[in-house]
């Protein structure tokens, strides 16, 4: 029995991507990267723009048509809109909540598929269908890179999006499971370590004071660090600047393997438009947050999420996001145009920005942050660092990785025994886009 999954969308997604993998190996399936080979077919959707869903209505024709002359299962799972759920319900075998994984083996035993092995259920004692979901051992794609969840869902309701429509509210979970998973991937040699949630600075709000924060959290995962010998670079995607504390960024500065690069999504330079998405914050209020990051990290790098052609935004307003760009000197933005998305508030509004205007404001966004990332990239030349060396580059006979800072350098090396290993790098010349270095080192030990 073969299976093929598609995983669309976030790091959130790429992460249940991994235990869906568990459960359907555990099932006594093997994975193909061929769609034609595959028994059980599925897709992990992502609602965040409408191209994404298209993808998948496309997908599901093709599978239907494919179900006429063979034994097919087909499933969906991942970030679903009600509206869109509707309509899946007709066209895959089977939908369900991420949150609802453990019950995958089930609801395929209804196609004739039994779990020979069985998945050990019985080591799954969490109290709700997410603990249980978490407590599913994630079948890891990298042998050097990894996710940890920790939290689900997202009570800030910013305007513009779906995630709360389709993951829900925020739910912490169990520290101790967290530990547990990052202190079991530093033993196996993980190199790179990201927490994942839509809100990471809110871990353990929804508790109400019987989980610990999330700089406590940090605080232990530091601790952990500083115990053991094998080095590694803990990360965590997505803070929200509205709750992004001084205690956050403190505990960051006061431990090595928490990495000096900080993911602070602005979406707009404008305060009037950060009000109409429901973001919560002011300009001057992120302002605080950058100066704090930049007096007690100086070495960290600063990474951000901007909407451009959100609805009103005017050329005034997006000029302050071009000079908010420049003013926080941001290493890389992930800048997108605004689409509305059915169930998110903004969706009842007018999508009154042109598209042509969309792709000006765009284009002009992206020239200045290569502009400024050119200008750090600039600086880096001449001083070594140290990477994580994550794959051969698409310059042959070249190697790429990133620093602490997910900064990408290249540098020339046919030795692939290196990938998944920290190496010392020199680096030597620099572009907008693109920076090269020469091997320093190759193995970098724990004094590094
Ligand atoms: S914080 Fe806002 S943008 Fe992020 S997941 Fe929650 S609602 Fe969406």
Redesign the pocket.
Known sequence: MKYHLITLGCQMNMSDSERVKRVLDGMGARFTENEEDANIIGILACSVRQKAIDKVYNKIAVWNRRKKNSNLITFISGCVLPADKEKFLKLFDIVFAMRELPKFPQMLSQYGITTPAGLDNDNLNAKDEIGLFWQVKPKYDSSFEAFVPIQNG?????T?????YT?GREVSRPSEEIINEVKDLVTKGYKSITLLG??VNSYGLDKKGDEINFAQLLEKIGELGNAVENKFWLYFT?P?PRDMGKDVIEVIAKYECLAKQIHL?I?SGDDKVLIKM??KHSVSKYRETVSVIRELLPTATLFTDIIVGFTGETEEQFQHTRKALREFQYNMAYIAMYSPRPGAASHAWDDDVPAEVKKERFALLTEDLSDVSGGLNVEMVGKTYTLLVRQTDRKAGYLSGQTEGKITVRFASENNELIGQFVKVKITSSSNFSIEGELVKEEVSVEA
């Open positions: 997202c009570d800030k309701f910013c513009y999006c779906a995630v709360p993951r839509q809100n997505s929200h999504p979406q429901n973001r």
